[in-house]
C-alpha cells in the first residue's frame, strides 16, 4: 500500500519516540510525523525571537536558547520536556550556535 505522507522525520526525533532496546517508534506513523512537524515550525518560528532576544537584550546565545526552552515548557500540553528539548536543538542549528548538550541545570523535566 502507498503511504501518501512521505515526511521525512529526523532520527533525533525518532529517538525520543524509541524505547531502550527497541527499532520501532512507540508513536503510529502518522502521530510521529505529525508531532515531528509541529516541533520543526516551532523551531522555525522561534530563529527571529531567539536571535532578536540575544541581541536586544545582550545576553549570550545559550541564555537566549534556555528562555526559549523555558516558555516552551510552560504550556507541557503542547511539546513534551523531550520535544521541547528538540526544538531547542534545531533551533540552535538553524541559527548555526552551539547545541546545547543537556537541559539547563537546576531544572527539572
Known sequence: MYEENQSFVP?????????????????PRQELTARYEMCEDLAQLLV??????????GI????????CWRGLL???DVTTPDEAFWVIC???ELLSWPLPTSPW?????
Open 74 to 76: 510552560v504550556s507541557p
Open 11 to 27: 532520527e533525533s526525533f525518532m529517538a525520543l519516540y524509541l524505547d531502550k532496546g527497541r527499532f520501532k517508534p512507540s508513536l
Open 90 to 92: 534545531r533551533l540552535a
Open 48 to 57: 527571529n525571537t531567539a536571535s532578536n532576544q540575544q541581541f536586544e537584550l
Open 60 to 67: 549570550t546565545e545559550d541564555d537566549a536558547l534556555e528562555r
Open 105 to 109: 541545570p537546576n531544572e527539572s523535566v
